[in-house]
């Protein structure tokens, strides 16, 4: 079994979780070999083979042409699985190479089940066996999924890819994150308000409850983007990641971007209504309960 | 200009989901259904543009599933696209992305469709494949998890969210198509009088029959919950008595109360 690894670059770097597309990559038991598009000096420490295409004339990002490198490599490789990362490079690139070769694709898979692969589905709460009917498949892994053992080693046998051609969508730069008012890597307690605070009248009951605690606010996504809440505070895979003490999440559901941005913090206490949750599955505590006079009565404990 | 929005119904992700008879997705029964978040978002970039063009734009909003699924056109239409595609399967769920898309293509294919709005992904599946297929499918160029929408001299100016708050910006000529991000925008309400006016739009059908030629190229073989990691409690009760064993607990194992 053969899978041809898709490696990420950006910002003029080859990102850390190509390796845990070499970790899965063992996980199924297949000989590998990576493609990138970056440069030789960035290539991954692995003995196996790269193919390599120059990131000076393809770009960071060229769906188009990185599609056809990808093809490239693939008819030279010939894989079972061809694999990328369910990330925003991941999933934009891998229904494209997908369709192209009329293949199933499997996306955001967090382990293997038999013959086929197990992803989450119902914002995390449920689970789903995939499996391709096609004798090949594209593969996109969940982030952090799937952990390299072993430290990174070894120097690959590049060969060289080129195509020919433009490709329609330009990219035109990077806008950075938005400045940092507050820097919550530092806070000892965190206690995260989520959609299922209501409303924005209550944001202040949740920021009382971090006060008490002599922690900091933290927030889900909704709770940014409807504006109740400043982005540098999110937490999650497009906010920041974090690992305090304490983790309080206020009526946060637990999906998969939240939970990678939290679940390494020491003792995590969830407040949810509903027990099926799946921040439980991370939470030391789950706390069933309405979440505002929960957070009334514990902030006023803490406060005598 | 002609633009189409591709929406899914899905239920309330608070629900409880119950595995059905076949164990291969949830059982439909007792659920609260509404329109995919990710799709709202679409519909309202679509209707946003359509502000911004005058009348001179025309927004379909296309939904395939079961009988349902049309209240989710209808409040597409209320919150102001000009007209509904409905497309009757009862048996949406075990199609997979691959003919999802194939189908929205062939729906979409010689109509002239200048740009096209999806979600991301959908809530209950989560695959973010069948907004990037149809592009593929169509020959469109594409841009992915958009955050910002910018339509002007016949080029969109996207930007996609990457990952920890970067953002890239790329542009792309029409025809094109986006899937839509989370915080895109906000989604209006719909409002009393464009639901009334809504009731007057035109839902046509078109049977799943005379556009899905494909068969499908992945199957679910299995629908359940999550294996419990085990470990955590669970404390249930009396507000003022969860807040006290919940402050002894922190006390005895952690040190943020010390
Ligand atoms: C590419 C991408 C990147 C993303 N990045 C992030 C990110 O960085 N951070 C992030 O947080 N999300 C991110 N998301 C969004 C993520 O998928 C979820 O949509 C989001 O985390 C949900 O936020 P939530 O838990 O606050 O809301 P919901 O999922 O709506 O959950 C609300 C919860 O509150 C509970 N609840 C409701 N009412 C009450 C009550 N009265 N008392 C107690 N509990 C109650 C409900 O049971 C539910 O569990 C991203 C998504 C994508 C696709």
């Known amino acids: ?304 | 200009m002609k633009l189409l929005v591709c929406i899914k119904q899905v239920p309330d992700m608070e629900s409880r989901f119950k595995v059905n008879d076949g164990g291969d997705w949830f059982a439909d029964a007792d659920l609260a259904y509404r329109m995919n978040e990710y799709d709202e978002y679409a519909v309202e970039q679509a209707v946003r543009l359509k502000e911004q063009l005058g009348d001179t734009a025309d927004v379909t909003v296309l939904c395939i599933g079961p009988d349902r699924v049309v209240e989710a056109i209808k409040k597409a239409l209320a919150m102001g696209c000009d007209r509904g595609v409905h497309v009757p399967d009862a048996a949406v769920h075990l199609k997979d992305p691959w003919q999802v898309a194939s189908a929205i293509a062939a729906f979409a294919q010689g109509k002239g469709f200048d740009l096209i709005f999806t979600g991301m992904q959908s809530q209950d599946r989560g695959s973010a494949q069948v907004g990037v297929t149809v592009a593929e499918l169509l020959g469109y160029s594409c841009a992915s998890t958009v955050v910002g929408f910018d339509y002007g001299a016949g080029a969109v100016t996207a930007r996609r969210e990457l990952e920890g708050g970067v953002k890239a910006v790329v542009r792309m000529p029409l025809p094109a198509l986006a899937t839509c991000q989370l915080g895109l925008n906000e989604p209006r309400y719909p409002t009393l009088p464009n639901i009334m006016k809504a009731k007057k739009k035109e839902i046509v059908t078109v049977p799943m029959g005379e556009l899905l030629k494909e068969e499908p190229v992945a199957t679910t073989t299995r629908f359940y919950p999550p294996a419990k990691k085990g470990g955590g409690v669970v404390l249930e009760g009396d507000v003022g008595d969860l807040a006290d064993r919940l402050l002894g607990i922190l006390k005895e194992k952690t040190t943020v109360l010390r």
């Not at chain 1, 690959?156 to 035109?172: H, K, N, R, T």
């Not at chain 1, 946060?252 to 990678?260: E, K, N, T, V």
Request: hydrophobic fraction near 45%.
């Open chain 1, 1 to 304: 079994m053969k899978a041809l690894l898709v490696c990420e670059y950006r910002d003029g770097k080859l990102l850390d979780s190509s390796y845990e597309l070499l970790a899965f990559a063992e996980r199924l038991g297949a000989d590998s070999a990576m493609v990138l598009i970056g440069d030789a000096a960035n290539a991954p420490r692995y003995g196996g083979k790269v193919y390599l295409a120059h990131v000076a004339i393809y770009g960071e990002y060229n769906p188009d042409l990185h599609k056809q490198l990808i093809l490239a490599a693939v008819a030279r490789e010939n894989p079972d699985y061809i694999i990328f990362q369910h990330s925003s490079y991941g999933w934009d690139l891998a229904p494209r190479v997908a369709a192209k070769l009329r293949l199933a694709q499997v996306s955001e898979v967090v382990g293997i089940d038999g013959d086929g692969f197990e992803v989450g589905c119902c914002n995390a709460k449920m689970r789903r066996t995939v499996r391709p009917a096609t004798a090949r498949a594209v593969i996109t892994i969940q982030t952090g999924a799937f952990t390299p053992q072993s430290e990174p080693h070894g120097s690959p046998a590049v060969e060289m890819l080129d195509v020919a051609g433009s490709g329609s969508v330009e990219f035109i730069g990077y806008e950075p994150a938005e400045e940092k008012d507050i820097d919550l890597g530092k806070a000892e307690v965190i206690v995260s308000a989520g959609r299922g605070i209501g409303k924005k009248e209550n944001v202040p009951v949740i920021a009382a409850l971090a006060r008490a605690f002599g922690g900091e606010l933290g927030a889900s996504r909704p709770v940014v983007d409807a504006g109740w809440v400043e982005h540098s505070h999110q937490v999650g895979t497009t906010g920041q990641t974090v690992s305090p003490k304490l983790y309080v999440a206020c009526g946060i559901s637990g999906a998969i971007q939240h939970l990678a941005g939290m679940k390494k913090s020491d003792f995590i206490v969830a407040i949810n209504k509903d027990k099926d949750a799946p921040i439980g599955e991370v939470a030391d505590v789950l706390v069933v309960a309405d979440v505002m006079p929960f957070a009334q009565a514990l902030t006023a404990r803490l406060q005598k």
